[in-house]
């Protein structure tokens, strides 16, 4: 079993609607990552969470540490935001530098 | 404009053959990270390097070197290539404190390495 597992693996989902998309990990972590990785392969970092809930524009990161769980909502879903969202943990028994990440959830929004 | 830059994007190579993998970073951080990411996993951390002058091993490390040139760069070397090594490589930078830039780019664009 994956330290880090995401669901769903793929979502299709029509412009506009609100989009969840959910990570558990089974390790001691330090902080959890979002990223988003573009079609064309390029890696943003979206999030930073060691506890509670970011928000930036459309897009809302929750994490609830004592369930080992985050979620990353997108509302309002449009089209540019199709692209694969990865989770990732930087484990404390991992090492310093160290991360584990998620395989991904390929998001398709169409219009 | 401020990021890493990773080079090439594209490469292919015979079995056997070898390249060198560049990554530079101006931001600064002073750790750096070769992962590679494979259909169906998550990215694999390769070696990386918590400070200029230190290398250390990751989780696949095996058919790999590296190189920690300066701050800014950090090389990765496949010498002898194998069709195992077909993979999207990525390398990346953080501050110390593995605060991933916030909502800022921090890995590079990626090489899609094929060894035929």
């Known amino acids: 079993k994956n330290e880090v597992e995401q669901s769903p693996q793929n979502l299709t989902a029509q412009e506009g609607e609100f989009i969840t998309i959910n990570c558990s990990y089974s390790?001691?972590?330090?902080?959890l990552h979002w990223l988003q990785q573009h079609p064309g392969g390029g890696i943003v970092s979206l999030f930073m969470?060691?506890?509670g809930k970011k928000k930036h524009g459309r897009l809302i990161a929750t994490i609830n540490i004592q369930e080992k769980h985050s979620s990353l909502h997108i509302t309002a879903s449009h089209p540019r935001d199709s692209a694969v969202y990865i989770c990732?943990?930087?484990?404390?028994?991992?090492?310093?530098?160290?991360?584990?990440f998620g395989t991904g959830t390929r998001l398709k929004v169409l219009a | 404009n401020a990021g890493v830059t990773q080079t090439p994007k594209f490469q292919v190579l015979k079995t056997g053959q070898s390249m060198t993998l560049q990554c530079a970073q101006d931001m600064n951080h002073n750790s750096m990270y070769w992962y590679r990411q494979d259909p169906g996993m998550g990215l694999r951390l390769i070696y990386y390097s918590a400070s200029e002058g230190t290398t250390d091993k990751g989780e696949v490390p095996n058919g790999y070197n590296v190189s920690r040139l300066n701050k800014r760069e950090f090389s990765l070397r496949l010498e002898s290539a194998a069709p195992s090594q077909t993979s999207v490589y990525f390398c990346?930078?953080?501050?110390?404190?593995?605060?991933?830039?916030?909502?800022?780019?921090?890995f590079g664009q990626g090489t899609r390495l094929t060894v035929v």
């Open positions: 969470l060691s506890s």
């Open positions: 990732a943990v930087r484990s404390t028994t991992s090492g310093t530098y160290k991360y584990i």
């Open positions: 990346a930078s953080s501050s110390p404190g593995a605060v991933m830039g916030g909502t800022e780019a921090f």
């Open positions: 390790v001691g972590i330090s902080a």
